[in-house]
């Protein structure tokens, strides 16, 4: 018989005793069965139920506790069960699984009991779930605040990047197309010679010189699963469990955006050491960028097996300012556009602009000719904004 304050009574005991009292509790209630408890973070039965791998009825004696989040206007609200007692039909076998959350030092923690009839029907139900959340599907796996979240909006976004609208040095975008390309098909080749079938690359260079867009543009062409990590954490345990999940789902691309912000002094050894220790990184690309190399260590900079491409990618010349001005320019309507005499005036004009400033610079310019009226010339607009910000680029 289930008791109605059954969530209640457990939250009401000490942190550390209430996984051992919700287990006890359970015996007691279900004598005849197999309790399977624990914490595992792919636990993810909400999106499990979601992808109709199961379906679940709460249990109606217990209340069903959901949190509810506002992510933005254009997404859904996303739910998430705290508490509850659930009814679950899985594989033709009717399980109960309660799932419990509380605090566990900066985090919250959902923990989770399956009562089956046999235990390995609860062992393979954990399994499943597990195994499912663990893959990666048409998603970023986002990493933040100690938490995996799959990002499909991201994926999104990243799937509209391609090497055809991007902007580059033709060698550079070459090579960084060819190299990772080359790698990810020769996996045969590195085992025969007895080479570590890894890479760790940075990409280096001043805000807004393509760094991002390139990184977008090269995990959309290599279609490898992806993990982006925002942040480490305070703690050595989440750089732990990155790399963890890496090599569980290689081959795959490892993305460390603005690196020097996000190694700190007391955890650089740990990072190497799962960088390049002891554990296999068999099919783990890093993929890093820096703004600022010298603010990285020379254990994470110039030691090979760690890092061991570096591509710099410098604020663009004539040709690459004059390639990026007419891929604007075409996507721009008739009367916005500047004239081929404008356009190689603006390159004169904008030696040292990186792409970010150009792109400012057609913006500003577009809403400086609404502003005036819609009826001048652009080329005199973009030349007179290109005067203004020229300024900003020399006072930085």
């Known amino acids: 018989m289930i008791t109605k304050n059954f969530i209640r009574d457990a939250l009401y005991n000490p942190n550390d005793y209430i996984s051992y009292h919700v287990g006890q509790e359970l015996a007691e209630l279900h004598p005849d069965k197999f309790i399977v408890g624990g914490h595992n973070w792919y636990f993810d039965l909400d999106a499990f139920v979601h992808d109709k791998r199961c379906s679940v009825v709460e249990e109606k004696s217990v209340f069903h506790h959901i949190s509810t989040e506002w992510e ?4 859904p609200l996303k739910q998430q069960i705290n508490n509850a007692w659930l ?7 009717l399980l109960d699984v309660v ?3 509380w605090s566990e030092g900066y985090y919250r923690r959902r923990h989770h009991w399956i009562i089956a009839d046999e235990k390995k029907v609860a062992e393979e ?8 959340s663990y893959e990666v599907r048409g998603e970023i796996l986002v990493y933040q605040d100690g938490y995996f979240e799959k990002d499909p909006k991201l994926f999104d976004s990243i799937k509209s990047a391609t090497f055809d609208n991007l902007v580059l040095p033709e060698s550079l975008n070459r090579q960084i197309q060819n190299d990772f390309q ?7 080749l590195y085992e025969r010679y007895g080479i570590p079938w890894k890479r760790g690359a940075i990409f280096i260079g001043p805000p807004g010189n393509g760094k991002t867009h390139t990184l977008k543009a090269l995990i959309n062409q290599l279609g490898k699963p992806c993990l982006y990590v925002r942040s480490f954490g305070d703690d050595e345990d989440n750089i732990a469990e990155i790399f963890k ?3 569980a789902i290689t081959p795959c691309v490892v993305v460390l955006e603005d690196l020097d912000s996000m190694i700190e002094d007391k955890h650089r050894a740990f990072f190497l050491n799962e960088l390049d220790g002891f554990q296999s990184n068999t099919g783990v690309v890093v993929l890093a960028t820096t703004n600022h190399p010298e603010k990285l260590d020379s254990a994470i900079l110039d030691r090979p097996s760690r890092f061991d491409r570096k591509y710099y990618f410098q604020l663009p010349a004539d040709a690459e300012r004059y390639a990026y001005i007419s891929k604007w320019n075409q996507e721009l309507q008739p009367e916005l556009r500047v004239s081929e005499r404008g356009a ?5 004009k904008t030696a040292n602009f990186s792409f970010a400033y150009l792109k400012e610079l057609f913006v500003s310019s577009m809403v400086q000719w609404v502003t005036d009226g819609n009826g001048g010339s652009m080329d005199n607009v973009i030349l007179a904004q290109a005067d203004l910000l020229r300024a900003q680029v020399k006072s930085h």
């Open 72 to 75: 933005g206007s254009e997404r």
């Open 87 to 93: 009814n679950v039909l899985w594989n033709g076998q």
């Open 99 to 101: 799932l419990i959350t």
């Open 125 to 132: 139900f954990l399994n499943a779930v597990c195994d499912w």
């Open 182 to 188: 080359r790698f990810f098909e020769s996996r045969e």
């Open 245 to 247: 999940r890496a090599r």
């Open 344 to 348: 190689a005036d603006l390159v004169r």
